[in-house]
């Protein structure tokens, strides 16, 4: 059974960083694609950015440049590497792969 969590969530300035961590269970790496979302408060849940499974790497144009997706098999997780945060960066952040969602975690930008 497909299982995963996300974590790392949390309040920053404008300008700072955060990092987001997805752990999985039952999922290989090697053969599935993973993905971060965003649902910001009265908006859709939207791309965020996509590791395939051979570790092609893409993402969406609002988070170009500033973030920047990877993961550890070893540890069997996903990471978001979010930098120069903006306050339209504030949402639920959720971890996604072969249809299975996390529960999110909350990403607050404000002064």
């Known amino acids: 059974q497909v299982q995963v969590v996300e974590s790392g969530g949390g309040l920053v300035q404008p300008g700072g960083s955060l990092r987001l961590s997805c752990r999985t269970s039952?999922?290989?790496?090697?053969?599935?694609?993973m993905a971060w979302y965003r649902q910001a408060p009265g908006k859709e849940r939207e791309y965020v950015a996509l590791i395939t499974s051979t570790g092609n790497t893409y993402y969406a144009d609002s988070v170009k440049g500033r973030f920047t997706i990877s993961r550890d098999a070893a540890k069997n997780t996903m990471y978001l590497q979010m930098d120069f945060l903006k306050p339209e960066d504030t949402a639920v952040y959720y971890c996604?792969?072969?249809?299975?969602w996390g529960q999110g975690t909350q990403v607050t930008v404000s002064s």
């Open positions: 039952g999922v290989d790496f090697s053969f599935n694609a």
């Open positions: 996604n792969t072969r249809s299975v």
